[in-house]
């Protein structure tokens, strides 16, 4: 079964809206990282937070992780066309050697 | 750097013919991943290796897949026979990996394998 769950599976937006999505996994994380996947591309790192940390900031970019709930959220704020893609969350279960990533959330920026 | 380098991107074959996919990593990086994505399953770890040894191949499809790792700057994922169930796009990532803190991994472009 996923570690990581989206949600939700599919959003979309106005640009200049902020755009929220979460993630929610069932077991301990030593991490827990997000990705974004353009249509046609690999997948680029945008954030990672440890388990002993609660918020982090990157650019308009803002990631919680909520470790009593088991779920991190990913914020963007002041969204723009070129923000459509795909966004996962993927976790480091502890004592894993793997990183397992959730399904995605497909984000549609609409100009 | 040039990021992590896959070739082919793409890839058409019949069922039944024997594919190789290959994966430069990142230099100075100690693993390397792959991975399947598709819509119905969405990314799947395949085999992961730390240091060129292979830790956890649990992923593998079945016999028919296969991975090397002969040096630190190269990597090979081979499928002999082919089948159309194969039919995804293949990732190949690299990371540094120390003790029980994973960093963030470094995707290559993918190869899409269509198998006929």
């Known amino acids: 079964s996923q570690q990581g769950e989206e949600d939700p599976q599919a959003l979309s937006i106005q640009e200049g809206e902020n755009a929220t999505m979460n993630c929610s996994y069932k077991t301990s994380i030593n991490n827990l990282q997000w990705y974004r996947q353009n249509s046609g591309r690999g997948l680029v790192h945008l954030i990672l937070?440890?388990?002993?940390?609660r918020e982090k900031h990157s650019g308009r970019l803002r990631v919680t992780l909520d470790t009593s709930k088991k779920s991190s959220s990913l914020l963007i704020t002041a969204s723009r066309a070129a923000d459509t893609a795909s966004y996962f969350c993927?976790?480091?279960?502890?004592?894993?050697?793997?990183?397992?990533f959730g399904q995605g959330t497909r984000l549609t920026i609409n100009p | 750097d040039a990021g992590v380098i896959q070739s082919p991107r793409h890839e058409v074959t019949e069922m039944g013919q024997e594919v190789t996919l290959r994966c430069k990593p990142i230099s100075g990086h100690n693993s390397l991943f792959w991975y399947r994505q598709t819509m119905m399953r969405g990314l799947e770890l395949l085999i992961y290796?730390?240091?060129?040894?292979?830790?956890?191949d649990s992923g593998m499809p079945e016999d028919r897949f296969s991975a090397k790792m002969p040096n630190a700057s190269f990597s090979t994922l081979k499928i002999q026979p082919s089948e159309p169930r194969d039919s995804a796009v293949y990732f190949c990532a690299s990371s540094s990996v120390g003790g029980a803190w994973w960093n963030e991994q470094f995707f290559g472009p993918g190869t899409r394998l269509t198998v006929l």
């Open positions: 937070i440890r388990s002993n940390e």
């Open positions: 290796f730390n240091n060129n040894v292979p830790i956890d």
């Open positions: 993927a976790t480091l279960t502890q004592g894993a050697q793997k990183l397992v």
